[in-house]
């Protein structure tokens, strides 16, 4: 280091602040970041780094599928676990046709627990995010247990899926002879949003269903939609899929009339 | 026709074009999804040393999707340009790559070869090329359009301003237009993408960018990105509409999944003509395509998906676009691999684009369960500026909070400007200046003390 080099320069002094930077507090896109010469401050860097890891390690955290399903028969849920023909993952992301399909054990599992035609089987697949399932399934389901229970409906136990895709619960649906499959799954991670839930319901699921045939409830997650209105919402849907005997686009999600203040109304319990 | 390629005392055979396109192919994933791929690395370079031997007449008279079962090969084949084909009607696809390379295919050779050029021998040519001959051709190749400026000119690049919002929120929105503006983004189009298919609501996003360009005069066209029968029902609700936006694909059934056929795509085009909005040009169409889209849609005819791309620009070309581009990485890891596989896909779709006359941006693009990282995209965007790519996106902070993506930012395109020298469209880059937002050497200025866009912005976030 040659001694005439100024020492005390901020590292601040290399950044130009953006003046408008009050405009980011409304919008969650990254706005008025500042620049050093032409590219990031090295803060917004690591602060993008940072988020893009937490969004690859929800695609290839490994799906602890014991714990998920341990926990899921505490709340009071016959279940069972099964996998996907993608007998790995990264098999699994460049072939999305196995994930829709139940492994040859899986199949026989199934047809072993298959009993009297039930109203719902539930699905627990890892999708493209394990992060999601472990972190949001069993709180969802807690909710939903007492949706289920005020609107008395049969169960299948429930699917704890690992490699699995939306589609698969179209086969687990129609092997456990339910009338309608709701199919919990982590989704493809955002950048913001590496732990979101989706659910997906499909009204006489058989293998080939498409997605227009399914309804679809987005972003359950601590920052979307809570667990319990997310329940809420389900139930509402499930009960127009079983009275009109089907899902997709001509089923339109209204439950949203039925808020109080926003908010979902108390399950009742009978 | 089958063809046959002896490696050693290895023969290759090969069923037909459409097999021979596939196998040669550089590798990649959703081929493989397919079926189509080379099943090992001796055969995928017999194939192209047996595809370099092809002559390109048998493009005009082998069709890799039936002629009867397909208005796209319709089109190409009834529209094919065989006085601007004569210079190289006697290549080989091995001759004509040769020829691309030469100083013989100077711009303007280029320019007046581009209608003869089917999509299948673009894509065959580009089969045979490296990454470093893709830049090279494509940097040759102009293709220049109008509406409110002028883009593609040498030595400039665009870029689209696309400030998305999770539920369309009009001040949100406006923060990313403002924040985008500020940063001298926004000459090929402020695009943006609606969560929402409702009418009012894509009309009312309408109004708002519209109104933000009129305020100021800023040289450039708005956009939002809904199906294209949607903006031709907004137009005749008397809604200003600029462009006229619309996916795109390489096959017939595969654009009926996408709810559109070129009929569809003619009338959209006459409804933007008849508003007469464009000061400068006529180009009122704004197409997106995208590798893997076809197969996607289970209607990809066992044709490989590059090919398919190449034959999604033959949709666009007679609609004489102002924007095309590729969303490069966007459909995942199932079509596009990794960080390699979606540098070689833009690179190709870029080149195919260009060399057959289409203004061709891209979208450089991941999504967060294929191997890639913004490395990848800092490489491909690099690379497709010294391409001469017409246009990239600028999302702020490169993550679009709508789509669940990660493409290119307002900083990404300022440093490529910085060490490439690429300006922006002329009269976006004098309004700049004007507006004190950059200097006469094209860099941005320090902001210091309250800019006139940010004093208007509690009005229009309003």
Redesign the interface.
């Known amino acids: 280091m040659s001694e005439d080099k100024p020492t005390h320069a901020h590292a601040s002094d290399y950044v ?1 602040h ?3 930077e009050k ?2 507090g ?8 500042g ?1 050093a ?4 401050p090295t803060r ?1 860097v690591l602060r ?2 940072l ?2 890891a937490q ?2 390690d ?2 290839h955290t490994p799906f602890d599928s014991a714990q998920v399903t341990a926990d899921i028969a505490a709340l009071g849920f016959e279940t069972v676990e099964v996998a996907s023909a993608a007998p790995a993952r990264d098999v699994y ?5 196995l994930g829709r399909r139940l492994s040859e054990e899986g199949r026989a599992a199934l047809r072993e627990r298959a009993g009297e035609p039930v109203d719902i089987a539930i699905v627990v697949a890892d999708g ?1 995010s394990s992060t999601a399932i472990h972190a949001q399934a069993v709180p969802f389901l807690a909710a939903f247990k007492a949706r289920v229970a005020e609107a008395g409906w049969s169960l299948a136990p429930v699917v704890v899926a690992s490699q699995a895709r939306v589609a698969l619960g179209d086969e687990a649906g129609e092997i456990l002879k339910a009338q309608a499959v709701v199919v919990l799954v982590g989704e ?7 732990d979101s839930l989706g659910l997906y319901l499909t009204f006489a699921p058989r293998v080939g269903r498409s997605d227009a045939e399914r309804n679809c409830i987005s972003n359950v997650r601590g920052e979307g939609l809570s667990h319990e209105h997310a329940a809420f919402k389900l139930a509402w849907l499930l009960k127009e899929a079983l009275a009109r005997r089907l899902t997709g686009v001509s089923l339109k999600d209204e439950s949203d009339l039925l808020l109080v203040a926003g908010h979902p109304p108390a399950p009742r319990l009978r | 026709m089958p063809y046959r390629h002896v490696v050693g005392p290895q023969t290759y055979a090969f069923a037909d074009l459409k097999d021979l396109m596939a196998k040669a192919t550089p590798l990649r ?1 959703g081929d ?2 397919a079926g189509v791929a080379a099943a090992s690395a001796e055969e995928n370079v017999a194939a192209r040393m047996c595809l370099a031997e092809v002559p390109l007449t048998a493009f005009l008279s082998e069709a890799l999707v039936p002629y009867e079962a397909d208005e796209v090969t319709r089109l190409i084949i009834d529209t094919h340009d065989a006085a601007a084909f004569r210079p190289v009607s006697h290549m080989t696809v091995g001759d004509f790559r040769d020829f691309l390379l030469s100083a013989s295919a100077t711009s303007e050779a280029l320019a007046a070869l581009a209608p003869g050029v089917t999509p299948e021998m673009a894509a065959a040519v580009s089969k045979l090329m490296r990454n470093q001959d893709l830049i090279a051709v494509a940097r040759k190749c102009r293709v220049v359009t109008k509406f409110r400026n002028t883009i593609g000119l040498p030595g400039t690049m665009a870029v689209r301003l696309q ?4 539920t369309d ?1 009009a ?3 406006t ?2 237009i ?2 985008g503006l ?1 940063y001298g983004c926004g000459d090929a189009v402020i695009g943006i993408n609606p969560a929402s298919d409702s009418i009012p609501a894509l009309s009312e996003l309408l109004k708002l960018t519209d109104g933000i360009i009129q305020r100021f005069e800023i040289p450039t066209q708005a956009c939002v990105l809904t199906h294209v029968t949607t903006s031709t029902e907004v137009i005749n609700r008397g809604v200003p509409v600029d462009l006229v936006f619309q996916s795109v694909a390489g096959t017939q059934a595969a654009n009926a999944s996408f709810g559109i056929d070129l009929a569809v795509l003619k009338e959209g085009r006459e409804a933007a003509l008849s508003l007469k909005r464009g000061t400068l040009g006529d180009n009122v169409m704004y197409f997106e395509t995208g590798q893997g889209s076809a197969l996607s849609a289970n209607a990809h005819h066992g044709v490989d998906q590059q090919t398919l791309e190449a034959r999604a620009y033959a949709v666009c070309r007679p609609f004489e676009p102002l924007l095309v581009n590729t969303v490069v990485g966007f459909i995942g ?2 079509y596009l ?1 990794d960080g390699k596989q979606i540098i070689r896909a833009g690179l190709e779709d870029h080149f195919c684009g260009k060399l057959m006359g289409v203004p061709l941006g891209c979208d450089v693009c991941y ?3 294929a191997e890639a ?2 490395d990848d995209m800092d490489t491909l965007m690099t690379l497709l500026g010294a391409a001469g790519v017409t246009y990239i996106m600028g ?5 679009d ?1 709508m789509l ?3 493409s290119t ?1 307002f ?1 990404d395109q ?2 490529l ?2 060490v490439l020298g690429l300006k922006r469209a002329p009269e976006f880059e004098a309004w700049l200046q004007r507006m004190g937002i950059t200097g006469p050497d094209g860099r ?1 200025k ?6 006139p866009l ?1 004093a208007a ?1 509690p009005e229009l ?1 309003a």
């Open positions: 130009i953006d003046v408008w405009l980011a409304i919008t969650p896109a990254r706005i008025a970041l620049r010469g032409t590219g990031l917004e993008f780094a988020a893009h969004a690859r929800a695609v992301l460049r072939r999305p046709d493209l493809r991670p955002g950048l913001s949003s590496p | 994933s493989m999804l400030p998305n919002h999770p929120d001040a949100g929105i923060a990313s403002l924040d500020l890891p199932e691999y999504t967060n369960h990282d913004q999302i702020p902070g490169s993550d909070v669940n993506y990660q930012s900083h300022l440093y400007r910085e941005l320090a902001h210091r003390g309250n800019h940010l912005a976030a």
